[in-house]
């Protein structure tokens, strides 16, 4: 069976391969504790700079975002608690202002 994050050979009745096990366990384990924790948490796992990229960028579930995305908005969600609003910001809506938004090229007016 192949990796549902990465695509590499992963088992048999494995939904992860070794690696990307590590990785999320990490991912879980320290990522409400800062990124800078997380990042040294995920280069501490022994795994290669590419490998945890194609973890970054892998979609845990369909429709949600990726890694990267739920990223952010934990960040966001942090950040509006700080400010004393009220967190709303969702794995799906980071990856729609990713691909959809109008701030990817901040020195050209957006086209809509």
Not at 40 to 57: D, H, Q
Not at 71 to 97: D, F, H, I, V
């Amino acid at each position: 069976m192949r990796c549902r994050l990465c695509g590499d050979r992963a088992g048999w009745w494995r939904r992860r391969c070794a690696e990307c096990r590590r990785l999320w366990t990490a991912w879980t384990e320290h990522g409400q504790s800062g990124m800078r924790r997380l990042l040294e948490a995920l280069r501490a796992t022994g795994t290669s700079a590419e490998k945890i990229e194609r973890f970054l960028n892998a979609e845990p579930r369909r429709g949600n975002g990726t890694i990267r995305d739920l990223m952010a908005a934990q960040m966001s969600n942090q950040l509006l608690a700080a400010l004393g609003q009220r967190p709303t910001q969702s794995g799906a809506e980071a990856k729609r202002l990713r691909e959809h938004g109008a701030w990817r090229g901040y020195d050209q007016r957006p086209t809509e």
